[in-house]
T-cell receptor, first 115, second 117 residues
Framework: AQSVTQLDSHVSVSEGTPVLLRCNYS??????LFWYVQHPNKGLQLLLK????ATLVKGINGFEAEFKKSETSFHLTKPSAHMSDAAEYFC?????????????WGLGTSLAVNP | DGGITQSPKYLFRKEGQNVTLSCEQN?????MYWYRQDPGQGLRLIYY???????QKGDIAEGYSVSREKKESFPLTVTSAQKNPTAFYLC????????????????FGDGTRLSIL
C-alpha cells in the first residue's frame, strides 16, 4: 500500500539556521512527490515537485528536496530559515490506486522560526 | 491574475441546513477537487472532477454533493446528513488530462471555514 510519513509534527528553528523537514514514502511504483506549504488560514502553495528527473529538486523561496530511492525519503531543506518560512508543510506522494493515480497526503509538519 | 476563488471565507450552518461553498477558477484547468482539512490532519479528498459533467467520490464523500456544469465552477454542498461539518474546506484545480490525472501539481484557493451555529 502507498503511504507517506512526515516524521516530525513540529519543528522549531532559529532564524538563519538550516531547516530540515523529513518525509518518507512507500510506493510500489516510481512515485511523483511534492512538497506544499500552507500559511495560516490560507490555501496551499506548491514548493517543489519530483517526477523521476534529477534527484535534487530546487523549489521556490530557497527550498530544495532530494529524492533518495534507497532510503524512500524526500526530505525538504533550506540553508537559512527566514521568519516568513513559519508555516505548515505537507509532503505528498502521487501513486497508483487501481487505474488512476491518487495523491496521498502526509499529516503535515508545523515549522516555527524563532527570532 | 489567474487563480482559484473560494467564497465565502467564513460560513455558518444551522442544524438541518444545507450550505453551498463556491469555487471558481480561471486557469482553464480540466480537473477540480474538494478537500476537507481538520486540525492535525492532512487533507482528505471529498470529491473530484476530471471533466465537465463528470465527478467522482473521494475518500469522505458521505454528506456532501457536488456539480460540474461549467469548466470554471465546482460548487460543494454540505448537506444536513454531514453530522460533523466544522472544518476548513479547500478547493483545488490541476491541468490534468485523464492520462496524467493525479500527477500534476494542484493550485489551491484560500479556503472556506465552516462552523456550526
Amino acid at each position: 500500500a502507498q503511504s507517506v510519513t512526515q516524521l516530525d509534527s513540529h519543528v522549531s528553528v532559529s532564524e538563519g539556521t538550516p531547516v530540515l523537514l523529513r518525509c518518507n514514502y512507500s510506493s510500489s511504483y516510481s512515485p511523483s512527490l511534492f512538497w506544499y506549504v500552507q500559511h495560516p488560514n490560507k490555501g496551499l502553495q506548491l514548493l517543489l515537485k519530483y517526477t523521476s528527473a534529477a534527484t535534487l529538486v530546487k523549489g521556490i523561496n530557497g527550498f530544495e528536496a532530494e529524492f533518495k530511492k534507497s532510503e524512500t525519503s524526500f526530505h525538504l531543506t533550506k540553508p537559512s530559515a527566514h521568519m516568513s518560512d513559519a508555516a505548515e508543510y505537507f509532503c505528498v506522494v502521487s501513486a497508483y490506486a487501481g487505474n488512476n493515480r491518487k495523491l496521498i497526503w502526509g499529516l503535515g509538519t508545523s515549522l516555527a522560526v524563532n527570532p | 491574475d489567474g487563480g482559484i476563488t473560494q467564497s465565502p471565507k467564513y460560513l455558518f450552518r444551522k442544524e438541518g441546513q444545507n450550505v453551498t461553498l463556491s469555487c471558481e477558477q480561471n486557469l482553464n484547468h480540466d480537473a477540480m477537487y474538494w478537500y476537507r482539512q481538520d486540525p492535525g490532519q492532512g487533507l482528505r479528498l471529498i470529491y473530484y472532477s476530471q471533466i465537465v459533467n463528470d465527478f467522482q467520490k473521494g475518500d469522505i464523500a458521505e454528506g456532501y454533493s457536488v456539480s460540474r456544469e461549467k469548466k470554471e465552477s465546482f460548487p460543494l454542498t454540505v448537506t444536513s446528513a454531514q453530522k460533523n461539518p466544522t472544518a476548513f474546506y479547500l478547493c483545488a484545480s490541476s491541468i490534468s488530462s485523464r492520462r496524467f490525472f493525479g500527477n500534476q501539481p494542484q493550485h489551491f484557493g484560500d479556503g472556506t471555514r465552516l462552523s456550526i451555529l
